[in-house]
């Protein structure tokens, strides 16, 4: 008998599952709405959707197959508890709630999953170790032992695999590159500490930058027109694409502060190759990257040893939807 398993991607806008077989063969898919349970007491009724369109979605083939596991992306999922862990954009605290202690905020989805499905195994990590073990089965990482990725979207995710095993750490959430200090003292980042990469290197970092350029240069840029509200990193790439100087200039920032730090992170792992994983709307954002992240990582310590490392665009499509 055949053998498929479910895999599922949890996103703030929406949560994307499908039937899947060991070739990465799509069978069945189908979306429920993540947005549309915001608050910290709707994770029951959200859970509740899930599971029914799980199960709609496995009883939707027309032949007989095993279900042979459940496996879950989510931000902030602990691989070794099967606990979604204080999410930043998921099931919030009402504004006005009178305890907002965020070691309330721990979601055990694996467990209440496994409830669903009993006798199922199910497995969850967080969503950049997710498309980074994707990569090592799937895509280009195919055969290699060491290899870094990193996820550039609204935040700043990564994987390390060290020896062909993804790096969780005693507490499940090591190699989160996207929280080294990039910038002592720099930006105020949602984890508590300041300076991190992703306040730079995501979305949301490089319009913080474009703004903080169209108040220091005084060029002419088609961004200065844009409301804040309004302004999407999208924006960036085409006005980049312009040759606008405001536009150009923000990549460059951004670029050569996400090579440095990963000349770092290339000193500490020695990895045979570094992945940059997006969606579409951000695949012009990464290539623009590029440049900048040369600049960071050549400049320093492997210029000496160049053919050791390699940049490479993600190769398996993120079929994840935001
Ligand atoms: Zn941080």
Redesign the pocket.
């Given at each position: 008998m055949k053998k498929l398993a479910i895999g599922i991607d949890i996103g703030g806008i929406n949560t994307a599952f499908g039937l899947v077989d060991e070739n990465g063969d799509l069978y069945a898919d189908s979306v429920v709405s993540t947005k549309k349970f915001p608050l910290f007491t709707d994770y029951p009724a959200y859970v509740a959707e899930l599971t029914e369109s799980l199960h709609a979605l496995a009883d939707s083939l027309s032949f007989e197959y095993e279900l042979v596991g459940i496996g879950i992306g989510a931000p902030n999922a602990n691989y070794h508890t099967g606990v979604i862990e204080h999410p930043a954009n998921l099931w919030k605290f009402p504004v006005g709630e009178t305890n907002p202690d965020e070691s309330r905020r721990m979601f055990p989805l694996v467990d209440d999953i496994k409830k669903a499905f009993p006798g199922v195994e199910c497995r969850m990590t967080n969503d950049a170790n997710a498309a980074t073990i994707g990569e090592m089965i799937y895509g280009n990482a195919k055969g290699m032992k060491d290899f870094i990725m990193i996820t550039l979207g609204t935040g700043l995710g990564s994987g390390f695999v060290a020896n062909g095993e993804m790096i969780y750490g005693h507490d499940g959430f090591a190699g989160?590159f996207?929280?080294v200090i990039a910038v002592r003292g720099g930006r105020q980042?949602?984890?508590?500490?300041?300076?991190?990469?992703?306040?730079y290197v995501s979305a949301t970092g490089i319009k913080r930058t474009v703004f903080e350029l169209m108040a220091t240069m005084t060029e002419p840029s088609e961004l200065r027109d844009i409301p804040f509200a309004n302004f999407d990193a999208a924006m960036v790439s085409t006005a980049a694409s312009h040759g606008d100087p405001i536009a150009l200039e923000a990549f460059r920032i951004t670029g050569e502060l996400l090579g440095y730090a990963l000349a770092d992170a290339v000193t500490i792992t020695s990895p045979e190759a570094i992945f940059l994983f997006g969606g579409e709307t951000i695949r012009g954002f990464i290539f623009a990257l590029l440049c900048g992240v040369a600049i960071g990582t050549y400049s320093s310590w492997f210029i000496a040893t160049p053919l050791s490392f390699d940049l490479m665009p993600e190769s398996i499509k993120n079929k994840g939807k935001e």
């Open positions: 989160e996207g929280h980042c949602g984890c508590g500490r300041r300076g991190c990469p992703e306040t």
